[in-house]
C-alpha cells in the first residue's frame, strides 16, 4: 500500500472523530494531546483495519463529563457511519442509555438479564436491574455555613515548570467538619491543587493555612503532627496499595508510626477501622489483588482514618467504581464524617456526587476559581457559561439524553455573540 493511502485514512478517521486539525494531528505525540482526543484517538485506531467488532471497554470513565459529551458523540457517529458493530464494557447506565442499541447486565460473572435499552430501562425484570436503573442519590441537606476555617487557601499560584503556571490566584476556605467540593474539567487544576496543600507541589506565591497556622509550603518542612492531620484518598487504589502488604500491613504501619500501636492494642485498632469501613475482620490477611474494587477503595479510606486526621483530601475516589458500590463508599464517607467531624476536599467531576455530599462548591477553569460558595448557591442559576455547561453535561439515566444534550449544547454556541 503506498504511504500515502494509509495517512489519508487516518486523516479522514481523525476527522470522522472530531479531532481537530485532522490534517496535522497524527503529528503529535500522547502528552500533547488532552484525555478525550487521546480516546477518540483510540477509537480512530481501532476503525483503522474497517473490524466488524469494536470493543470498548470503559472508554469514558477516566474523562470529566464535558468531555465525555464529545467523546461519546464521536463514538456513536462513528460507529454509525462506519456500521461497525460495538461491545460497549461500562459501568454507567447513563452512559450506556445513550449509545446501545440492548443491553447486558452483568453480575460476579453470571448474565443478570439481558434485552432492548428501552425495557431494560423502563420495565426491568431483575431485582439487581432495578436497583441499578433506580439508584438516585439523595442530595445533602443545605444549612448555614460554619466560620471555623481548617483549611484556607490565599492567593495560591502554582505549576510544575518555571514560568508556566497551573493554578492563578485560587483562593478557597474549608469549614471544619464541613465537605468542600472541587468540580472541574481535566486540566483545571484540581489534582494540582491537591498537590500543593499536601506539600507534594510547593507553591510558587500565596499562602495556605491549617487549623489556624501557616502552613509550610513544602513536605518536607513540616512536622509529624501536620503530616498526621492531612490524609488523602487517591483515584485508584490500585496504585495507592503495595500490593506486597496484607491489609494488616498496610493499616498497621501508619499506626504504629503515629501512636506507637504495637501487639495486642495494635491488632485491636485494625479490627475496630475495618468495622468502621463495613470490611469483615476475615479480610485483614488477604492482598489487595485478592480484594474487590470497591473494598480495596475501603481499605484506603481506612488507612487514611488511622491517622485520626483532621482533612482528607479525596481526589475522585469513586470514579472507577460501578454505582452500588460508589454509592457505600459515599453514605461509608458522610458516616465516619457525621461521626468524627473529619473535614474532606472531595475532588470531583461528577456533579451528582457534589449534591450529595457537599455543604460548598468550587468550580474551577483554567487554574482559575470561576464560581464558590455554598453549594445551594453555586447550583442554583443564574449560573456562568461553564458551570451551565458543567451542569447540562450530566449523563441523566434516560435513552436520547445525549441527543438532546448536544443539540441544547449547538443552540448555546449559535446564540454566542
Same mark, same amino acid.
Given at each position: 500500500?503506498?504511504?500515502?493511502?494509509?495517512?489519508?485514512?487516518?486523516?479522514?478517521?481523525?476527522?470522522?472523530?472530531?479531532?481537530?486539525?485532522?490534517?496535522?494531528?497524527?503529528?503529535?505525540?500522547?502528552?500533547?494531546?488532552?484525555?478525550?482526543?487521546?480516546?477518540?484517538?483510540?477509537?480512530?485506531?481501532?476503525?483503522?483495519?474497517?473490524?466488524?467488532?469494536?470493543?470498548?471497554?470503559?472508554? =469514558? =470513565?477516566?474523562?470529566?463529563? =464535558?468531555?465525555?459529551?464529545?467523546?461519546?458523540?464521536?463514538?456513536?457517529?462513528?460507529?454509525?457511519?462506519?456500521?461497525?458493530?460495538?461491545?460497549?464494557?461500562?459501568?454507567?447506565?447513563?452512559?450506556?442509555?445513550?449509545?446501545?442499541?440492548?443491553?447486558?447486565?452483568?453480575?460476579?460473572?453470571?448474565?443478570?438479564?439481558?434485552?432492548?435499552?428501552?425495557?431494560?430501562?423502563?420495565?426491568?425484570?431483575?431485582?439487581?436491574?432495578?436497583?441499578?436503573?433506580?439508584?438516585?442519590?439523595?442530595?445533602?441537606?443545605?444549612?448555614?455555613?460554619?466560620d471555623d476555617v481548617l483549611l484556607r487557601v490565599s492567593g495560591i499560584e502554582a505549576?510544575?515548570?518555571?514560568?508556566?503556571?497551573?493554578?492563578?490566584?485560587?483562593?478557597?476556605?474549608?469549614?471544619?467538619?464541613?465537605?468542600?467540593?472541587?468540580?472541574?474539567?481535566?486540566?483545571?487544576?484540581k489534582s494540582t491543587l491537591a498537590c500543593v496543600i499536601t506539600g507534594l507541589l510547593?507553591?510558587?506565591?500565596?499562602?495556605?493555612?491549617?487549623?489556624?497556622?501557616?502552613?509550610?509550603?513544602?513536605?518536607?518542612?513540616?512536622?509529624?503532627?501536620?503530616?498526621?492531620?492531612?490524609?488523602?484518598?487517591?483515584?485508584?487504589?490500585?496504585?495507592?496499595?503495595?500490593?506486597?502488604?496484607?491489609?494488616?500491613?498496610?493499616?498497621?504501619?501508619?499506626?504504629?508510626?503515629?501512636?506507637?500501636?504495637?501487639?495486642?492494642?495494635?491488632?485491636?485498632?485494625?479490627?475496630?477501622?475495618?468495622?468502621?469501613?463495613?470490611?469483615?475482620?476475615?479480610?485483614?490477611?488477604?492482598?489487595?489483588?485478592?480484594?474487590?474494587?470497591?473494598?480495596?477503595?475501603?481499605?484506603?479510606?481506612?488507612?487514611?482514618?488511622?491517622?485520626?486526621?483532621?482533612?482528607?483530601?479525596?481526589?475522585?475516589?469513586?470514579?472507577?467504581?460501578?454505582?452500588?458500590?460508589?454509592?457505600?463508599?459515599?453514605?461509608?464517607?458522610?458516616?465516619?464524617?457525621?461521626?468524627?467531624?473529619?473535614?474532606?476536599?472531595?475532588?470531583?467531576?461528577?456533579?451528582?456526587?457534589?449534591?450529595?455530599?457537599?455543604?460548598?462548591?468550587?468550580?474551577?477553569?483554567?487554574?482559575?476559581?470561576?464560581?464558590?460558595?455554598?453549594?445551594?448557591?453555586?447550583?442554583?442559576?443564574?449560573?456562568?457559561?461553564? =458551570?451551565?455547561?458543567?451542569?447540562?453535561?450530566?449523563?441523566?439515566?434516560?435513552?436520547?439524553?445525549?441527543?438532546?444534550?448536544?443539540?441544547?449544547?449547538?443552540?448555546?454556541?449559535?446564540?454566542?455573540?
Amino acid at each position: 500500500m503506498p504511504r500515502a493511502e494509509p495517512t489519508e485514512r487516518a486523516r479522514a478517521l481523525f476527522a470522522l472523530l472530531g479531532l481537530p486539525d485532522p490534517a496535522h494531528f497524527g503529528d503529535r505525540y500522547p502528552y500533547q494531546a488532552s484525555g478525550g482526543q487521546l480516546q477518540r484517538a483510540m477509537t480512530a485506531m481501532a476503525l483503522c483495519p474497517n473490524p466488524e467488532l469494536i470493543v470498548f471497554d470503559e472508554p =469514558t =470513565t477516566a474523562l470529566d463529563v =464535558t468531555t465525555q459529551i464529545d467523546v461519546l458523540a464521536a463514538i456513536k457517529h462513528a460507529i454509525s457511519k462506519t456500521g461497525t458493530a460495538a461491545l460497549y464494557i461500562s459501568h454507567d447506565l447513563a452512559v450506556v442509555a445513550q449509545v446501545a442499541d440492548e443491553i447486558l447486565v452483568l453480575r460476579n460473572g453470571r448474565m443478570v438479564e439481558h434485552g432492548p435499552v428501552e425495557q431494560i430501562f423502563r420495565a426491568p425484570e431483575e431485582d439487581y436491574t432495578k436497583r441499578l436503573v433506580s439508584l438516585r442519590r439523595s442530595d445533602k441537606p443545605s444549612q448555614a455555613r460554619g466560620d471555623d476555617v481548617l483549611l484556607r487557601v490565599s492567593g495560591i499560584e502554582a505549576g510544575y515548570t518555571k514560568g508556566v503556571s497551573i493554578l492563578d490566584d485560587v483562593n478557597l476556605d474549608l469549614v471544619r467538619s464541613e465537605t468542600l467540593a472541587v468540580v472541574g474539567e481535566s486540566g483545571s487544576g484540581k489534582s494540582t491543587l491537591a498537590c500543593v496543600i499536601t506539600g507534594l507541589l510547593p507553591a510558587g506565591s500565596g499562602q495556605l493555612q491549617f487549623d489556624g497556622a501557616v502552613l509550610a509550603p513544602v513536605l518536607a518542612a513540616r512536622n509529624a503532627e501536620t503530616h498526621r492531620n492531612i490524609q488523602i484518598v487517591n483515584q485508584i487504589p490500585d496504585l495507592a496499595l503495595n500490593p506486597r502488604q496484607t491489609v494488616e500491613a498496610i493499616l498497621s504501619r501508619p499506626l504504629a508510626f503515629y501512636f506507637g500501636l504495637k501487639g495486642p492494642a495494635l491488632r485491636q485498632r485494625v479490627a475496630t477501622l475495618l468495622d468502621q469501613i463495613e470490611l469483615p475482620s476475615t479480610l485483614r490477611d488477604r492482598y489487595p489483588a485478592e480484594l474487590s474494587g470497591g473494598q480495596k477503595q475501603r481499605v484506603c479510606i481506612a488507612r487514611a482514618l488511622t491517622a485520626d486526621p483532621k482533612l482528607i483530601i479525596c481526589d475522585e475516589p469513586t470514579s472507577a467504581l460501578d454505582p452500588l458500590v460508589a454509592d457505600g463508599i459515599l453514605d461509608l464517607l458522610m458516616r465516619l464524617q457525621r461521626e468524627a467531624g473529619t473535614s474532606y476536599l472531595f475532588i470531583t467531576h461528577d456533579l451528582s456526587i457534589v449534591r450529595s455530599i457537599a455543604d460548598s462548591v468550587v468550580v474551577m477553569l483554567g487554574g482559575k476559581v470561576v464560581r464558590s460558595g455554598g453549594k445551594a448557591d453555586v447550583l442554583a442559576p443564574p449560573f456562568d457559561p461553564y =458551570t451551565e455547561r458543567l451542569i447540562a453535561s450530566v449523563p441523566e439515566m434516560r435513552p436520547g439524553w445525549l441527543d438532546d444534550a448536544i443539540a441544547g449544547r449547538n443552540r448555546s454556541e449559535v446564540g454566542k455573540p
